[in-house]
T-cell receptor, first 116, second 112 residues
Framework: AQKVTQAQTEISVVEKEDVTLDCVYE???????LFWYKQPPSGELVFLIRRNSFDEQNEISGRYSWNFQKSTSSFNFTITASQVVDSAVYFC?????????????FGTGTRLQVTL | GAGVSQSPRYKVTKRGQDVALRCDPISGHVSLYWYRQALGQGPEFLTY????????KSGLPNDRFSAERPEGSISTLTIQRTEQRDSAMYRC??????????FGEGSRLTVL
């Protein structure tokens, strides 16, 4: 069975601080995808990134960066120079790739509060 | 349409009533998924379709829940004889073959 653990329930930072959101996963599959989604106060789920299990290169997109370490089954997300607009719940997810579809298993989310 | 559209956005119903939630996926997306998100939790998989075929319904909690996608586009999730524990955000998502999931804004169901 697949499992995603986001041990940090809530994090509060002051604007411009860097913050890392942790994600640890469990799977028996050799091929899988990892995702991060953002859920702002408005409630929608916004896709941030997808990474496949064969690509361990770190990725940077603006102030966002992701560190995938297969050896520790972790896929951590760092926001550099956080801003108030980053305040949201962030979900890490793992997908089972079955045929032509991807079923996601989500973590319980980390609520990030960025204050001035 | 431009994104995944769900209706109604909010539904309040009395215990015992049937409810139908609708999802209109992104045009051309093969796969359609239903997830349920309880307050303070991550979304949980319910079922998914490729075209009109229901491929996996292992996440449906019990036989009061059913879903269909008769023409391979719009899907309906039906909950019969609703119970208070069914209260949650019901999210629909669609994707191209195996690609990332794009979620709709969700339908928040409250059962009184």
């Amino acid at each position: 069975a697949q499992k995603v653990t986001q041990a940090q329930t809530e994090i509060s930072v002051v604007e411009k601080e860097d913050v890392t959101l942790d994600c640890v996963y469990e799977t028996r599959d050799t091929t899988y995808y990892l995702f991060w989604y953002k859920q702002p106060p408005s409630g929608e789920l916004v896709f941030l990134i997808r990474r496949n299990s064969f690509d361990e290169q770190n990725e940077i997109s603006g102030r966002y960066s992701w560190n995938f370490q297969k050896s520790t089954s972790s896929f951590n997300f760092t926001i550099t120079a956080s801003q108030v607009v980053d305040s949201a719940v962030y979900f890490c997810a793992l997908s089972e790739v079955t045929g032509t579809a991807s079923k996601l298993t989500f973590g319980t989310g980390t609520r990030l509060q960025v204050t001035l | 349409g431009a994104g995944v559209s769900q209706s109604p956005r909010y539904k309040v119903t009395k215990r015992g009533q049937d409810v139908a939630l609708r999802c209109d996926p992104i045009s051309g997306h093969v796969s359609l998924y239903w997830y349920r998100q309880a307050l303070g939790q991550g979304p949980e998989f319910l079922t998914y379709f490729n075209y009109e075929a229901q491929q996996d319904k292992s996440g449906l909690p019990n036989d009061r829940f059913s879903a269909e996608r008769p023409e391979g586009s719009i899907s309906t999730l039906t909950i019969q004889r609703t119970e208070q524990r069914d209260s949650a955000m019901y999210r629909c998502a669609s994707s191209l073959y195996g690609g990332e999931l794009f979620f709709g804004e969700g339908s928040r169901l409250t059962v009184l």
